[in-house]
């Protein structure tokens, strides 16, 4: 027993040439891009919120590296 093919017979598919081809009208305009997708937003907030957070991060980092520094030097001298 064969199983059918899923594939849609040349000879019975609207819109086909005889070459296979397809005549022009046939196909969908192209895709617009995923950006255009969506609602056109008219308010984006500014970036500068972003210095204040970096600024933490990098006082917290340097704390925690002085810190390990200190740790060194007061294990060094014991």
């Known amino acids: ?3 059918p093919s899923m594939d849609p ?3 019975n598919t609207p819109g086909l040439e005889p070459g ?3 005549p022009p009208g046939e196909t969908p305009p192209g895709e ?3 950006s255009e997708a969506g609602p056109q937003e008219t308010h984006n907030p500014p ?3 972003a210095k204040a957070p970096m600024t933490v991060m990098v006082l917290l980092t340097l704390v ?3 810190l390990f520094i200190a740790m060194a030097v ?3 001298r014991i």
């Open 1 to 3: 027993m064969t199983t």
């Open 9 to 11: 017979d040349p000879d």
């Open 20 to 22: 296979g081809g397809v």
């Open 32 to 34: 617009g891009s995923t």
């Open 47 to 49: 970036t500068g919120w």
């Open 64 to 66: 925690f590296v002085a």
């Open 74 to 76: 007061v294990i060094a």
